[in-house]
């Protein structure tokens, strides 16, 4: 892996990659990358990036982790991130969570459906995946509004896809 970083950009937002360190330093209470609007991270986001320390120390390559920095002003409202490598079937799933002061404006779509054309012009993935919990009506619309489609209910979780 190289020690370059990906950027993605859309109208209103790059998606930053972060490296192991940005990460460890979001974790310390630290900005580790943008200056942090008010509620990044996230709770989720903090879950998902130890898990991921925990994954990168024990020498494991996880899909990348994006920083959300809107454009307007600099600041990280939220994170998206590839949780693996493609798998067998040449998929990745997704994952996102943004502040609440920033959910609702379209943002979200923008930046999922960037980050999905992004991974679909790779030319080892052929499909990427959400999973939504059964409630989160927001995020269902979200997801589909960017492109993806609904696949049916694996548990708890609403199954999207795209293309």
């Not at 920033?102 to 679909?120: D, I, N």
């Not at 995946?129 to 609904?150: H, L, Q």
């Amino acid at each position: 892996m190289t020690s370059e970083r990906l950027t993605i950009g859309t109208a209103r937002a790059e998606l930053r990659e972060l490296g192991l360190g940005a990460m460890r330093a979001i974790l310390m209470g630290e900005a580790g990358g943008a200056p942090p609007s008010p509620g990044y991270p996230a709770a989720g986001s903090l879950t998902g990036l130890r898990i991921r320390v925990e994954r990168l120390e024990r020498g494991e390559e996880p899909g990348p982790w994006f920083q959300v920095v809107r454009r307007a002003d600099g600041r990280a409202v939220g994170d998206l991130n590839f949780h693996d490598p493609p798998d067998a079937d040449a998929e990745v799933v997704v994952g996102m969570d943004l502040v609440p002061s920033v959910r609702g404006q379209g943002l979200g779509t923008e930046v999922l459906r960037a980050a999905c054309l992004w991974a679909l012009a790779r030319p080892d993935v052929r499909s990427v995946r959400g999973e939504i919990d059964r409630g989160n009506m927001a995020s269902r619309r979200m997801a589909e509004k960017a492109g993806m489609r609904f696949t049916g209910m694996r548990g708890d979780d609403q199954q999207f896809v795209m293309p």
